[in-house]
């Protein structure tokens, strides 16, 4: 696999990646949710690649990375409601599932639906990235199908060096869970994967847009992505509603995550910290990735127990992916 440093500006192969892509080769590239594994919307030969090199489920469709709205000549009747919240949230963690202009863009990328999820990232190597090479691509999250989303370099490495040919190095991902999904093929919108923009964040901007919509329905979801075992570890999890408050022991087979502050509760066992404390969301998104992989890691655990963060709003994606990882437990 080639490695591409993450200054692409006095980088000598810019050109190389560009050509790759025009190729249909796939490179993964960093982004501010979790790196992706990019390819040429328009090829079909390139999309086809991606779900051959994560073993993606054939039905789960792609989100489409673009550099600015230009390029948006795949859709057609945006609702105003949507252009607004584009306007304003865009570059950013949130995906839009638009009306797609048939013909526009490789069948596979959207699993033959007639809409399209399209998503303007904000890290800057995306998007320098995107601004050179000047297509829109197709990119889903960079690890094989079923493990947790990469957030790092490494973690892309891990699953897919021997699978593709370049990985863009970049820094870990600022956000760490991936972006918000809102379906805006009919009015009001509905969330069909939760992220860093919250429905608050968008009825502050369009009043009244968002609609009610149960995106933790496995059998039918928006999101077919949403009904796949995902995020999940090898060793089974147990969620800790609330969180653990009292003292606890554990067998040393036994991995506890939680935030720093609970570590002083649990004897036995390995302690995993996952932030700093039980307000610290941010810090929890960022790290969950990396501690769910690092437990798959340590042969020694054969279980899991999660300290959980308090339901609100705040907390809506990030509880979201640790109750996939929990299956419910
Ligand atoms: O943050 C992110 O969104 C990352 C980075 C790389 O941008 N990408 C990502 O892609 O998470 P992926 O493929 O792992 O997740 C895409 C989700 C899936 O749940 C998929 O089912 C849903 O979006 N999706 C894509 N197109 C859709 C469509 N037309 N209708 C409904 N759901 C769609
Ligand atoms: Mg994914």
């Keep these: 696999v080639r490695n591409y440093v993450h200054d692409l500006s006095t980088y000598p192969q810019m050109e190389e990646i560009k050509t790759g892509f025009k190729k249909s080769e796939l490179i993964a590239i960093p982004t501010e949710t979790v790196y992706g594994l990019a390819a040429n919307a328009k090829s ?32 057609e009747d945006i609702h105003p409601a949507a252009q607004a919240l584009m306007d304003h949230f865009w570059p950013g963690p949130i ?5 797609l202009k048939k013909e526009s863009l490789a069948l596979k990328v959207t699993a033959g639906k007639d809409t399209v999820a399209v998503r303007m990232p ?6 320098q990235l995107l601004e050179i090479v000047g297509l829109p691509l197709a990119a889903p999250s960079a690890n094989l199908s079923g493990r947790p989303s990469p957030t790092s370099y490494e973690h892309v490495y891990e699953d897919l060096h021997d699978r593709i040919y ?20 009919g009015y009001p919108f509905r969330v069909a994967r939760p992220g860093a923009v919250t429905e608050s ?9 968002i609609t009610a919509a149960d995106y933790s329905d496995e059998a039918a979801p928006i999101a077919p992505g949403m009904k796949y075992r995902h995020y999940a570890p090898k060793s089974p999890v147990q969620l800790v509603e609330g969180g653990i408050t009292a003292p606890l022991a554990v067998e040393s087979h036994v991995a506890v995550v939680g935030p720093e502050t609970i570590r002083h509760l649990i004897t036995g066992g390995v302690f995993y910290t996952l ?27 054969t279980h899991i127990i999660f300290s959980g963060f308090k ?9 979201n992916r ?8």
């Design 44 to 75: 079909e030969e390139a999309v086809s690649k991606v779900y051959i090199a994560k073993g993606r489920p054939s039905d789960n469709p792609l989100i489409v990375h673009i550099y600015d709205q230009q390029q948006l000549d795949f859709v």
């Design 95 to 99: 995906s839009f599932i638009l009306p």
């Design 122 to 127: 904000s890290d800057p190597v995306a998007r």
């Design 166 to 185: 370049g990985i863009v190095r970049g820094d870990d991902s600022e956000i760490g869970i991936e972006s918000t999904v809102l379906d805006c093929s």
């Design 201 to 209: 964040m968008l009825t502050e901007i369009v009043p009244g847009c």
């Design 275 to 301: 932030c700093e404390d039980e307000k610290d969301f941010a810090g929890a998104a960022v790290h969950l990735y990396d501690v769910l992989r690092a437990i798959d890691h340590n042969e020694a655990v």
């Design 311 to 319: 339901r609100q709003e705040e907390t809506d994606a990030l509880m």
């Design 322 to 329: 640790i109750d996939k990882a929990s299956a419910g437990k």
